[in-house]
């Protein structure tokens, strides 16, 4: 987890995120598959925060024999991913970990974290969740998709989202589809677009300028405010 960033002599606060790992792994797994494939340059930057789900997987995890366990999963849902179970408790334990270790700017997601990630403004907009917490300010959404499920996509979805936000959309990943519908709802989304599956990926040059970019565009954002 990183810190303080110094900057032109003067101590920096870096932007805050809350990282949300994906269905049935680990904080400790997403952490690794960032630091693995992100360089220095992006990941000193930021002050990433890794929690488990909380709930123990109840099935499967396709990482066995990649990653340790154990394996957490955010809420449950059927084949066609549109019944969810959980999900409450799910919101509840967010908020949970964002009273203790927040305040946060943003939210990191990927996979069943980045569906969450991108849902969770509008719920919060519209009260269904995170009342107790400052509003989301930031998003990075890596392999994200929309959520299914009428009752929630209609409270998650139902303005268009206007906090800045980076979106990761993988060609062969099979929630490509669902990603780029995720954008439909995003007030200038920045999109990052790599050759790989449903997976974090490595930076091509144009992926890392846009992601420093992103990045210094927050930075400068949080500093400015402080300042007020």
Known sequence: MAGEGTANGNQRKLPRFLCL??????GAIL?????????TQVVD??????VDAPFPSQGKSEVEGIFDPPYYEWYQFNKELK???NFDKCLEYIQECM??????DGLLGFSQGAILSGALP????????LTKVPKIKYLIIIGGAKMQIKSLAEKAYSSA???PSVHFLGEKDFLKPSGIKLLESY???VVIHHPKGHTIPRFDEKGLESMLSFIEKVQAEISTSEQV
């Not at 930057?45 to 890794?50: A, G, R």
Request: charged residues 25%; glycine residues 12%; hydrophobic residues 30%.
């Open 187 to 189: 007030v200038d989304p």
């Open 122 to 129: 509008g719920l919060q907009d519209t009260g269904m969740g």
């Open 31 to 39: 952490k690794k598959q960032l630091f693995d494939k992100w360089p």
């Open 161 to 163: 989202i206007t906090c």
């Open 21 to 26: 790992h994906g269905f049935r792994t680990s």
């Open 99 to 104: 009273i203790k270790h927040g305040p946060f």
């Open 45 to 50: 930057k930021l002050d990433l925060v890794f």
């Open 83 to 85: 019944e969810y179970e």
